[in-house]
């Protein structure tokens, strides 16, 4: 995704302003000068040349990384390579290991895929409720309550998890104190850290308040688009609000439903901080690693690179796997 | 007046070095000959990378440091802070890119890893020539060694004990616990007194809370056999010490379920909070408990950890070395700047500031013999009990992935019997050493 939104915005900074008088002008003055001078063998290089410094760029920044963390995940790369620059090539050797370890089927995978399923649903459906609210406010309340949804999407993902780390700390924590005003617990009797399904159900929590802004602002800025007309004249018909929202607002919104659901698959699937700061998630408790938490750990914590590294390029084909569905679906839609 | 006799300690050590090297005829790697050469270093400059966060005033510390040591070889002082949580990943690419600093602070478990893969140079030669060997405490000299080389100079040790309330055991008529039973009988008749107490939580994200108990019981955390490692922590004995250690929270209820997922930090935050009866801590906490919430103070005691029936159990002896890096081209200006931080006046000073104790045996002879409530307990527990991880890289690797930590939450929350919980370590362990 990234590639695709990057290279044009890239390619026009530094070639531009250098080609104005040819490139930049009307369509029709690149056509005249071509049949007039002849120099059309020259024309399908040009985009290139003028892409070429961005790509570049993003040879650099982009590429080469990943084709180094492929590298790596082919080798048993550890603090020993680092340090001599050596290559320690062994195939395939890493991928059979990780895919052959019952642990990635029975624990990793299903938490990662599961939790970023709910996440993804739980995100896009609050999401859009809160921006069908907003959209019927006036413009002062819709100005406050945007304002007020964006606080949660402006705290830093590690400050956000502290804060519901505390607000669940067993202890001394806000849901454990009224808990026990209601009698219902007694403090320090029960950790929902150490159990598998509530921490994922506080992590989910912590997701998806830090994420839903997004969803409900971009799908807010689309529900402005819809011309009133349509609801008015659905409503003379006597369709229900609820008739009209799967009927109007979600036919005409799909494309930027589409948009916020793979960003959000992307995001969730590749959720690192906010596990890896709860209690037990940064490798005490192995219940609740994903495939972040767990590339981490072999990579940094046990310096074991190139298996971290095969982990992290198991996490982008399935990404990639996904989105390819997404766009699949989406295209084939627009087609019909 | 300080800074004067500061110089001169320094300066007869330096000379002396010379005379040693002098004497020793050129046998030694060192490539500069000669007592007066050692002096002159001006111009040059040595950079140095120092842990942050152990000293509390260690600007003004280094300040001193860097004018002694100046005045001393003529050579400037670069001293560059890193925090402890980053260290380790930006030691390793250094390493890679060869941008190394000449001298560093490295935590006591890492430098095994470092040596091994040839970042640190051999300072035994060196110990040897200044006539070290035998004044330095030996835990951290162990954990500095690889293939018989020392890798490492010892520089401070802390070491955990048990930090309670004396207040409220004074309150209580309760005496510091001299074996396990009378541990077990104390945290009884504290929470009997003060039932809102939590007398003796059992953290389990804290690897180092678990091993006085393993080693107490007579068991081990892994063994060594010619070239191989084995793990021992699911033999009967180390079993034994686990059952014992997570019953206080499973069996007697002195812990609380919220302990299951605490890292020390979480333990001495209760603690400060007046929450907590007894603790597993460091030899630096109870300063930064009482700066912390002043009402502590004269409320807190310490008593090194007991042994199963008598005497002590082993406790986990950490702390820092300094490691001069190979790749540095100025290894006797670098030899000079470590000998003078981890012997004499700079190493006690550093260790009365951060309350840790120096690596220099005669150093921590002085400091026990000062006899500080607060202090003297901790270091009973170093001299007589301290004791190392495996000294092998591949224990930096099982650290790494948290085994004991997963073992004990897995206990602690109900998950696993002790016994299933220390055959998955004992395992995964194995897995490791065996790769």
């Known amino acids: 995704m990234a590639d695709l939104r990057a290279a044009p915005g890239a390619s026009l900074d530094p070639a531009a302003p250098a080609d104005r008088p040819t490139s930049g002008t009307a369509p029709t003055g690149g056509t005249r000068r071509r049949r007039a001078g002849g120099l059309g063998h020259r024309s399908p290089l040009r985009p290139w040349l003028l892409l070429a410094p961005g790509l570049v760029v993003l040879g650099v920044l982009l590429l080469w990384p990943l084709v180094r963390v492929v590298l790596l995940s082919l080798q048993d790369y550890g603090l020993r390579q680092i340090a001599s620059g050596e290559s320690n090539w062994v195939g395939l050797q890493n991928y059979a290991d990780i895919l052959g370890d019952s642990y990635l089927w029975t624990t990793v995978l299903p938490n990662t895929v599961l939790f970023a399923l709910a996440c993804v649903v739980l995100t896009v459906a609050l999401g859009t409720a809160v921006a069908l609210f907003l959209n019927t406010l006036g413009g002062f309340w819709r100005g406050v309550g945007a304002t007020a949804i964006m606080v949660a999407w402006a705290v830093p993902a590690i400050t956000g998890t502290y804060v519901w780390v505390w607000i669940f700390d067993p202890l001394n924590g806000l849901v454990a104190s009224v808990l026990e005003g209601v009698g219902a617990i007694e403090p320090g009797t029960v950790n929902w850290f150490t159990e598998r399904l509530s921490f994922y159900a506080i992590a989910t929590l912590n997701v998806v308040h830090h994420g839903f802004p997004f969803v409900a602002i971009t799908v807010l800025a689309g529900l402005m688009t819809i011309p009133n007309e349509l609801h008015e004249a659905a409503k003379v018909d006597g369709a229900s609000a609820w008739r009209r929202f799967w009927s109007i607002t979600a036919p005409i919104l799909r494309p930027v439903f589409a948009v916020v659901t793979i960003l959000s698959t992307i995001w969730d699937f590749k959720v690192f901080t906010q596990i890896y700061l709860m209690p037990g998630g940064n490798g005490g408790n192995k219940d609740v690693f994903n495939l972040g938490v767990w590339s981490y750990i072999e990579s940094f914590a046990q310096g074991k690179y190139g298996m971290g590294s095969a982990i992290a390029v198991l996490l982008t084909l399935i990404l990639l796997g996904i989105t390819l569905v997404y766009m699949r679906t989406l295209f084939k839609e627009e087609e019909l | ?435």
Not at chain 2, 60 to 72: K, M, N, Q, R, S
Not at chain 2, 349 to 377: C, H, N, R
Not at chain 2, 391 to 414: N, R
Request: aromatic share 8%.
């Open chain 2, 1 to 435: 007046m300080q800074r004067r006799s500061t110089v001169a300690v320094t300066g007869t050590l330096v000379l002396a070095l010379g005379l040693a090297a002098c004497g020793s005829g050129g046998g030694s790697g060192s490539e500069t000959t000669g007592g007066d050469e050692a002096t002159d270093f001006s111009g040059e400059t040595l950079t140095v990378w120092i842990m942050e966060g152990t000293n509390p005033d260690a600007d003004a510390f280094f300040d001193e440091v860097t004018a002694a040591f100046e005045e001393e070889t003529g050579a400037d002082l670069q001293i560059e802070f890193q925090p402890w949580a980053s260290a380790h990943d930006k030691f390793t690419t250094a390493i890679a890119g060869g941008t190394t600093p000449d001298v560093a602070e490295v935590g006591t478990t890492w430098t095994g890893e470092f040596a091994d893969v040839g970042a640190l140079a051999d300072l035994s030669d060196r110990i040897a020539e200044a006539g070290l060997e035998d004044d330095l405490v030996p835990g951290l000299v162990e954990s500095a060694t690889l293939d018989g080389g020392v890798y490492g100079m010892p520089w401070y040790a802390g070491v955990r004990s048990v930090v309670y309330r004396a207040d409220l055991f004074e309150a209580a008529g309760i005496e510091a616990p001299t074996s396990w039973d009378e541990l077990v009988a104390a945290a009884d008749a504290l929470k009997a007194a003060n039932p809102e107490i939590i007398p003796f939580p059992v953290a389990g994200d804290s690897q180092y809370g678990a091993m006085p108990f393993i080693w107490g019981a007579g068991g081990d955390l892994a063994v060594q056999d010619g070239d191989t490692w084995t793990s021992e922590v699911s033999s009967p004995e180390s079993v034994e010490g686990l059952e014992f250690y997570t019953g206080l929270a499973t069996e007697h209820g002195f812990s609380t379920a919220a302990a299951t997922t605490w890292k020390e930090t979480d333990l001495l935050a209760a603690f400060e909070q007046g929450q907590v009866g007894m603790m597993i801590s460091g030899s630096w906490t109870p300063g930064k408990i009482v700066s912390d919430v002043p009402d502590m103070e004269g409320k807190i005691g310490a008593f090194p950890i007991p042994g199963q029936t008598e005497g002590l159990s082993d406790s986990f002896l950490g702390g820092s070395h300094l490691g001069v890096f190979e790749a540095s081209e100025k290894q006797d200006l670098a030899w000079t700047f470590v000998e003078m931080m981890t012997t004499g006046e700079f190493a006690e000073a550093w260790g009365q500031q951060s309350g840790y104790f120096p690596g220099q045996t005669s150093l921590l002879e002085k400091v026990i013999e000062e006899d500080d409530p607060m202090v003297a307990p901790f270091a009973q527990q170093m001299v007589e009990a301290g004791r190392s991880v495996p000294v092998t890289p591949l224990y930096g690797q099982i650290q790494g992935k948290k085994t004991l930590e997963t073992m004990l939450q897995s206990i602690l929350s109900g998950s696993a019997t002790v016994q299933e919980a220390a055959d998955t370590a004992a395992a995964d362990m194995d897995e490791t050493f065996g790769s």
